[in-house]
């Protein structure tokens, strides 16, 4: 087995190698390090959890030992697609580097500029930044690439899925054609290897693990549920319920950023210790709330893909999948967040009649057929499917048994269902803020209840089978589907967030 001292790391970087207390490189970075040493372009294709930050953290600390930053021109630059990675490459920085002198600029969304700005100004070593930041900040004259000696491209498929690649071939081609590049990705869709074709020169390449494989340690589990969100909170809080204390952390997935507020305000509500992450929560409360989980006060996170992808969460029991996800590749680095480093962990998804496809996806992406915790859809109730409806038809009916109008009716389906919270039911035209009135359960730190004051809202629930407001709003119905998804950017203004207070009906 290699060693660390064997790959040609300076003996600062071995010492701090050392107080991390790792005793051998993973395969990603005795395969990365040796030619990143010599100053050879690497293309690693390696997922988040194989030790890859160090694989081009540790030989950018070697190479910056020599020479020194300058005024406005970082002389290496990292790119990543979310904050919260870049984030953690900095923290990467930090524990790796405590024999060195080097500074580290991150240029990430959401933080002020003038900030940014003056640490550009006292010169850079590395640089770590969102594509977006990056950009602003050059556009304003306030940054020169043409000194950066190495470019690190981390992510390089998610930066693809989130639209970024336009943005990298720009800061490839301003940054000297000289330069070294480290190049990571944990899949290699067509569009990623013409960028590398592109950008790298005769590099090496080294793949460490398919990202089609989920971990051999996890339990993962399907269980059924009737279709309505609140039919799947339900599922939801039993299945946490019955894992008892065997759960000692668990990160919830939803597809869409309304989804993980809502369904972070009705955890919280039932009085479970828990957090949101997602794409439209500040900086601040976002690293807060990572924080919070990784120490251990809170116990569960709700997250969207955007906002969980790639984050180091050491020792996660459990995970679930509240919404199977749209990409099939999802699903495994949703499950990559537990089982990590040969312990085990368990992954529930939770599985309605409208989600076969996305299902099938998955089974034939990861070549297995996933068990079902307690029989699978055609065991479901056919009942509950059918009261269900019949339910909505009534909730969706005024007193003279008509329709009511659009605006009123998105009021009426925040959706907290009747039977979840008999408050809803009286409420026939505000809407459901009786999440902010429940009584919370006492946190450390009170952390839910404060991220709720900074990022949540109520917002009204999209209509899912209004075939008439689909046709009247001439296609903003998909646009506005669309756009919760949170690899799009936020929207201007209130956007769909719309505060509780707008909503509440008042009598001129
Ligand atoms: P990464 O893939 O960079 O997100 O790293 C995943 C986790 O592996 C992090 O918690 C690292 O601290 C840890 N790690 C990185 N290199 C090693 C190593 N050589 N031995 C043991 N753990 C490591």
Redesign the pocket.
Known sequence: MTTFAELGLSPKILAA?EA???????PI?AGAIPPALERKDVLGI?Q???????SFVLPMLHLLEKGRARARMPRTLILEPTRELAA?VEE?FV?YGINHRINVSLLIGGVSFEEQERKLERGADVLIATPGRLLDHFERGKLLLTGVEILVIDEADRMLDMGFIPDIERICKLIPFTRQTLFFSATMPAEITKLTEQFLHSPVRIEVAKASSTAKTVTQRLVKSARKPWDKRAVLRDLIKAEGDELKNAIIFCNRKMDVSELFRSLVKHGFNAGALHGDMDQRARMTMLSNFKDGNLKILVASDVAAR?L?I?DVSHVFNFDVPVHAEDYVHRIGRTGR?GRSGKAFSIITTADTKHLDAIEKMIGEKLEWLDGDLSTLPAAEEAEDTSRRGRNNRGKNGKKPRDKDNKANQAQTSPAEDKTTESATSAPDISALDAPQPILPDNIAIRAMAISETVRPAPQKHGNEERRHNNGQHNKRHRRDFDDEPSPLGFGDDIPAFMLIPINI
């Open positions: 190698v991390a207390g790792y005793t051998s490189p993973t970075q390696a988040t959890g194989t030790g890859k930050t160090a953690q990467n524990k790639g180091d050491p480093a």
